[in-house]
């Protein structure tokens, strides 16, 4: 592996031995796993990191603080870009200033391509100010919004259209099983508009019989804009991800029983922010992730039950918090290391805006830093 200290917002020191060590948080179990520490200069709005090395061939996903929203930008290694998400709108432009300032440290001029998972606004909020803060080339979502008793998906969906309809940029609407037309990345939509894959990958183990599914308690279907999450497999070489936007229990059944459709995935992007209403065992324990990552917030995401159910993963090696989530406490929360904002009663910590970045190589090795305490753990592919 050559993640060393090579990630894109560094601006200090290198530390050039690796040493291994036992991972203390209770779900980071992996042998195979290591941790790298070093000192970085903090950077304005807390965000530290690294600067890439140019020659090595990585992906570079990272995963913005947009406080319990969405905001996952992927950054192929001829620096093609994939935003899912823009976070919230409001608080003084808050997340469309730390998606844009991250991304233009990383080295982008522009967003080649948003998806969309959905119109909720903590995910299409912030696209009024994104566009405002950085070029945006291409708009992907799930067609028209079907939430309609609800106003403030309502007014989150109209000031989307009217961003599209200033004629600025263009347009896609996604169809489970397509191949996303996104330079630099491999993209299969899993779900659309209320719409799943009928049949199972190619890859990955996919198509086995779900054990998972014995026993599993029917679910009351959902009728919000959750269940029409447009949800991603994104491969980068023998990698594969998995987001899911916020897509319930109801539609992970339908999607994973009684055919495990989407075999086994090394990096999940836990769905609807670690909700209660998502993750069910019938999804998170038949893909199998080796690392979870979640995007919540202080008081939003993060449940107990979801926690518990990602910690009985078969095989997990490291599950990662965006922020520490308070109605759990200590018991439902992964260690310091782990989590990328901290709770802090003394003080708000919603403008500290830490990040994690992963660092993919194609032969699957990979490694997950976090922007708070330099600290990057590395995780071997699996032979």
């Known amino acids: 592996m050559r993640f060393g200290n090579h990630g894109r917002l560094f601006r200090g020191s290198m530390l050039s031995v690796f040493m291994p060590v036992l991972v203390s948080a209770p779900i980071a179990r992996a042998q195979s796993t290591h941790v790298v520490s070093r000192s970085a200069t903090q950077q304005e709005g807390g965000q530290t990191g690294a600067i890439a ?3 090595d061939p990585q992906m570079q996903i990272y995963f913005v603080d947009v406080e319990g929203g969405q905001a996952t930008l992927f950054i192929s290694p001829d620096e093609h870009s994939l935003l899912i998400d823009t976070g919230w709108p409001g608080n003084n432009g808050r ?19 948003v998806v969309l998972t959905h119109y909720h606004t903590d995910h299409v909020g912030g696209v009024p100010d994104l566009v405002g803060k950085i070029p945006v080339g291409t708009f992907i979502d799930h067609g028209l919004n079907r939430e309609l008793d609800n106003g403030i998906t309502q007014h989150g969906y109209d000031a989307y259209q009217k961003v599209l309809a200033s004629g600025k940029y263009k347009h896609l609407i996604a169809a489970p099983g397509q191949k996303l037309p ?5 993209a299969t939509v899993i779900s659309a508009d209320g719409n799943l894959i ?27 804009e959750n269940s029409r999450s ?3 497999l994104i491969r980068y070489g ?13 539609k992970e059944m339908e999607l994973m029983c009684p055919t495990n459709k989407l075999g086994r995935v090394d990096l999940l992007i836990v769905s609807h922010h670690g909700s209660n209403l ?13 690392v979870a990552i979640m995007d919540n917030g202080a008081k939003k995401g993060g449940s107990p039950q979801t926690i518990d159910t990602l910690r009985g993963i078969p095989g997990l090696e ?7 989530a308070e109605e759990g406490g200590a018991a439902h929360n992964s260690a310091g290391r782990y989590i990328a904002n901290l709770h802090s009663p003394a003080k708000d910590c919603s403008d500290e805006a830490h990040y994690l970045r992963v660092s993919v190589e194609k032969d699957g090795d990979f490694a997950v830093f976090n922007s708070r305490t330099d600290d990057t753990v590395e995780y071997k592919a699996k032979k």
Request: net charge negative; with cysteine; proline share 9%.
């Open 53 to 55: 090395n140019p020659l």
């Open 95 to 113: 997340d469309a200033d730390r998606i844009a300032g991250l991304a233009k440290q990383a080295g982008l001029k522009e967003i080649d391509t």
């Open 182 to 186: 996104i330079p630099g990345f491999d």
């Open 198 to 224: 009928d049949h199972p990958l190619q890859d990955g183990g996919a198509g086995k019989p779900n054990q998972f599914c014995t026993n599993a308690p029917a679910q009351k279907p959902d009728t919000t």
């Open 230 to 232: 447009v949800g991603l």
């Open 238 to 250: 023998a990698f594969r991800i998995l987001d899911l936007g916020d897509l319930t229990m109801d």
């Open 278 to 290: 998502s993750s069910s065992p019938v999804l998170v324990d038949a893909i199998m992730p080796r």
């Open 318 to 324: 490291g599950l990662w918090q965006l922020h520490y």
